[in-house]
Every structure is written in C-alpha cells, then in structure tokens.
C-alpha cells in the first residue's frame, strides 16, 4: 500500500538554526498538510495546502513558518530561526482530495522527530 | 474555530470490559475520524464517519456519529491488550479543510 514517507526520521538542531523537513506524500493526492505533536501531547494543526498555496493556516504557523512543493513530489516545512518549543514531532498527511474521495482519511507519515537544544 | 473535546483522557481496563470514549465537537462539521496511535508512531486510521446515524465497526471497535448532538463515540466490546493506545477523534469543518484533532483517550487493558 502506498504511504507517506518523512525524512529525517530525527533531527537535532540548535536554536536560532533553520531546519526543512521533508515529506513524500502519496503519488495521486491532491491535499496536504502538517501537524505537530508535542511529546505525548495533542496532534496540533499547523497548515494545509492544495493546488501549490496554502489553504488553511493555524494559529501556530506563524512567519517563522513556509511550506512549498519544490517538485512533483517533495512537500517541505520550513522553519527559518528554530526556538525550544520548536521541539516536537512533525507529520506530514496527504489526502486524494474532498470531492473525489469523499470517505477518505488523511493519511500520516511516521513523523519526524525534531530536537532543539 | 473547530474545537474538539474527548473524554475520559486516561482510562484503564481489565481485558473482556466494554467502555466508550466520547468525541464531541464545537461547530458543524462534514467528517469525523477516529485515528489510533501506539507510542512513538504515526496515527493509524480506523473510521471515518460521514453522515447523521453513521456506524461503523470493525473488530472489538464501533464508532457512531450523532451530528445533530455533535458528538461520536468509540465503542469497545470485550477489551483485549492489543488495543491498548491512544485514540483520537479528529473533526473536519464543513467550510474547509482543517481538520481538528481532540486531546486523545489513553488506554490501558490489563490483563
């Protein structure tokens, strides 16, 4: 079965860096989004994006925060200078789309777990 | 803004026990997940219910939409260890896409 896949895995930064984290969703979706986790915490909303802009944004994703489909394939989330309560685990999620599959869930990566010290 | 609320957070029960957690939400909303995770994995989906009276089960797990009370549960019949987790219940506005995600039902089943 197709999935959506994440790398890095793990991700180590200090603060102030910048770190792009990267996801490959599912070859025939249209929607995608991210949504972090805190450890052992809520799944928070961050964004979502469709037809290459953002659709819908939360509270959190705020201008230290970008997106972008680079290519046919990569969707990345950007954050420009990281703080630590930056740190979290990260998950991508791509949908086929509302219409189309209307009984569809999203479907998640395994996360990205980032660090920031 | 979409809020979803979920209780009990934390339940612990014996192995044959039945429980339902309860899912309910702030606005009208098109869709209702439930999603399971184990620790330190992704969420695994379970349900997606669509419609006014929607039930859907699937081994020891049933979930039911209630849109006019907004509210869903998770029913679970006759508790076994490997459904020990966190669920989660996630609402999507009829108005976009952004879906909501409650605080999640930790459960323990003890043998």
């Known amino acids: 079965e197709p999935e959506v896949t994440q790398t890095p895995s793990h991700q180590v930064t200090q603060m102030g860096q910048e770190v792009i984290l990267r996801c490959v969703p599912i070859?025939?979706?249209?929607?995608f989004y991210w949504y972090r986790q805190i450890l052992g915490q809520k799944v928070e909303f961050l964004v979502s994006f469709y037809n290459n802009e953002i659709s819908e944004k939360s509270e959190i994703f705020d201008d230290q925060f970008s997106v972008e489909r680079p290519d046919g394939s990569n969707f990345t989330l950007k954050i420009r200078s990281t703080k630590l309560e930056d740190s979290a685990m990260y998950f991508c999620?791509?949908?086929?789309?509302?219409?189309?599959?209307?009984?569809?869930?999203?479907?998640f990566g395994n996360g990205t777990r980032l660090t920031v010290t | 803004e979409l809020k979803v609320e979920q209780n009990p957070l934390f339940l612990s029960m014996q192995e044959g026990k039945n429980y339902t957690i309860y899912c309910n939400y702030s606005?009208?909303?098109?869709?209702l997940y439930w999603y399971r995770q184990d620790p330190g994995k992704s969420l695994e989906s379970l349900f997606v219910l669509l419609s006014n009276g929607a039930v859907k089960q699937e081994g020891r797990l049933m979930a039911s939409l209630d849109t006019k009370a907004r509210l869903s549960t998770l029913h679970i019949t006759a508790a076994v260890h490997d459904l020990s987790a966190t669920y989660f219940c996630a609402a999507e506005p009829s108005f976009n896409n952004d879906m909501r995600f409650g605080a999640g039902t930790r459960l323990t089943v003890k043998p």
């Open positions: 606005t009208t909303s098109d869709r």
């Open positions: 999620a791509s949908s086929p789309g509302r219409e189309s599959s209307y009984n569809s869930p999203l479907h």
């Open positions: 070859s025939n979706h249209l929607y």
